[in-house]
């Protein structure tokens, strides 16, 4: 019981932090583009 709570909280603590990182659907595209860029350029 306490491991699915604290799993719970992780997840929502992680969530949260994902969508505070980006204010809108449009950044949050924007930061996969990026990420994707990201290792595509690293794969050179």
């Known amino acids: 019981m306490v491991k ?7 997840s929502l603590l992680v969530l949260c932090g994902l969508l505070s990182a980006c204010n809108t659907t449009r950044g949050i595209g924007q930061d996969i583009e990026a990420g994707g ?5 690293s794969t050179y």
């Open 4 to 10: 699915k709570r604290f799993i719970a909280i992780a």
């Open 37 to 41: 860029e990201a290792i595509q350029r």
